[in-house]
């Protein structure tokens, strides 16, 4: 093993738990005889706070200590020749660091410090006055869907879903109002899952594939670290690839999705993060998960090849757009949230009477029964509602409705 390959060990042993390193602080006190031993050939177990006998034999196995001094009553120990004291401090130092970033992080997602999704826009009051006439001649789902991903052409049902959870609402009274939104496909390479996925991280939202999770979704394992749900928390994310990830970032996906925290046990932290996010989905396969859990994304939309006559429109498409930045209409669409996301969409008494009896006949008329289906309805009416900086009424519930089961069918005919 080589000298680096030790600093390495020791890196991750202070990483793992604090006991660790405070050990190896003392160690290079005594090293440095900044600190007094009781052995005449090196320090010994109760020298080394912290230390106990299976730490010490970590070490020894490790070759990062060696005896110097055995007998029937003590025995005395020393680094190991290929280690120095500033090698072992150099590690130290560097640990400290990182949790102190750590603990700054961790700080600012548990005191709900994060930047807000959109927080950085700035619209001015031309653009209100624009955003104002669209709204008045056009429903806004129909006019700015395009914008999401404008360099896609197609998939307009996704993108109407994930521009109505891009609207949704911020969970309150202990009910959730995020929408999401879960494309998948064995045969979907091509056909634009990916990059809409991707074009999440232009609006300020994060993204994620399956080579992109090293310092883990839910929380770092070996640090404590607030995950990539938590450090999003208040804004809107993507997942690639989530039939291909470690079960349990996948459950932490889900329990995000649905609870808008992150339940964890790492190194010498444990608790829950708040990881309140919009979330939006991309895997190849649902087999990994069971009914309960494919039903807690409110759209599901299984991706498969386009069609020839598809292709030749998207031909077109793409041979006029090609080369042609699209990052005017990105910008637009973030100036148009973040000012539909300044109103909340409320809901009067009359208006929860009218859509219980609307609900209450879809569930009659379809005989689905889940009750995550109703609260779906809620949601995207809600965020339809906003959308176009209006209340609720009983036609955003019946278009919600209506929306929600043209995708259930979709997937029936699968």
Known sequence: MTTNDKKEVIRDLCRKKADYLIA???????????????????????????????????LKSEGIIKITYESHKRHDFWIADDLTVDDIEEVVKEVESEKEVISEMAKKVLTDQTQEFLDEVE?????????EKILSEHDALDYFYQNVCPKLEGMEKPRKAVLLALASHWDEAGDRYRIGVLMFGKWSTGTGKTPLLMWIKQLGGGYVGRTTT???????????????F???????????????????????????LEEGVISFEAADVKGDYPAEAIILGGANSISHFTPEQFARWDF???????????????????????????????????????WVRSRRAEIS??????GAELIKEYIRRSENTDIRRIQAIWRVARSWARLNRSDVTGEYVAKAIVMLEENDSLLEED
């Open 24 to 58: 190896f602080r003392d160690i290079a006190s005594l090293v440095k005889e900044e600190k007094k031993k009781t052995g005449n050939f090196g320090f010994t177990i109760s020298d080394v706070r912290k230390m106990n006998p299976h730490f010490l034999g970590v």
């Open 123 to 131: 619209v001015t009051p031309k653009e209100i006055k624009r955003f």
């Open 214 to 228: 090293s310092s883990g979704l839910t929380v770092n394992l070996r640090t404590g670290a607030p995950g990539f």
């Open 230 to 256: 938590a450090r999003f928390h208040r804004s809107a994310c993507a997942v690639d690839e989530i039939d291909k990830l470690e079960k349990n970032d996948r459950d932490g996906t889900l329990q995000a």
């Open 300 to 338: 599901r939309f299984h991706i498969e090849p386009y069609s020839i006559e598809e292709a030749q429109d998207i031909a077109d498409y793409i041979s006029l757009t090609m080369g042609k930045p699209k990052d005017k209409e990105t910008e637009e669409l973030k100036k148009f949230l973040k």
């Open 349 to 354: 008494d009359d208006v929860r009477k009218e």
